[in-house]
């Protein structure tokens, strides 16, 4: 069974974070997406909320699993018996970001190998901070956001 873990905040999860799912498919028999959770970083939404939107996401697809996990993403894999992770790169900024965490992780877990998968060129521009920034200011967000997630802006 090969098992991946895309991990992340999802904070909110966005139309990119999708397309990167959606490539990965064809490449896992399951993939759980899995929120990180670190009780010193302030998030928008609330844990419930995030998971909340996800299983909607994806209720219909049954080779992706919700699920969150608090400390290291490599130990978290090594508990869950997955030997892949999935990551989107965007820029050359999340580049170099990404490499020294993939080196980490393949030390840090167990046989753990990183896939990344390069942003579609309409979607590298998207991120979870513009689309925060966008809902704080009373902006639309519907166009970075799947279909299934509607954020109320009051
Ligand atoms: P983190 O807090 O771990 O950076 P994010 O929720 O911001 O988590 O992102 C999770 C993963 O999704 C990261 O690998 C990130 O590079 C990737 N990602 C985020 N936005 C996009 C996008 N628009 N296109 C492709 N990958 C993306």
């Not at 990167?20 to 970083?41: C, T, W, Y």
């Not at 393949?106 to 590298?124: N, R």
Request: aromatic fraction near 10%; glycine fraction near 6%.
């Amino acid at each position: 069974m090969k098992r991946a873990v895309f991990p992340g905040s999802f904070d909110p999860f966005t139309i990119g974070h999708y397309d990167i799912i959606q490539r990965a498919m064809p490449l896992f028999d399951e993939i759980v997406i899995a929120v990180g959770v670190n009780s010193q970083k302030k998030t928008l939404f609330d844990l419930d909320q995030r998971l909340q939107w996800l299983n909607k996401v994806f209720e219909s697809n049954s080779k992706v699993r919700v699920d969150h996990f608090e400390g290291l993403t490599a130990h978290y894999c090594n508990k869950i018996d997955a030997r892949y992770l999935i990551r989107g790169l965007r820029n050359a900024s999340d580049f170099d970001y990404e490499k020294t965490i993939s080196q980490l992780n393949s030390i840090v877990g167990k046989e753990l190998e990183t896939v990344f998968l390069i942003a579609l060129p309409q979607y590298s521009h998207i991120s979870s901070t513009i689309v925060r920034e966008i809902i704080k200011g009373g902006g639309d967000a519907s166009p970075f956001l799947p279909d299934t997630i509607q954020v109320n802006i009051n």
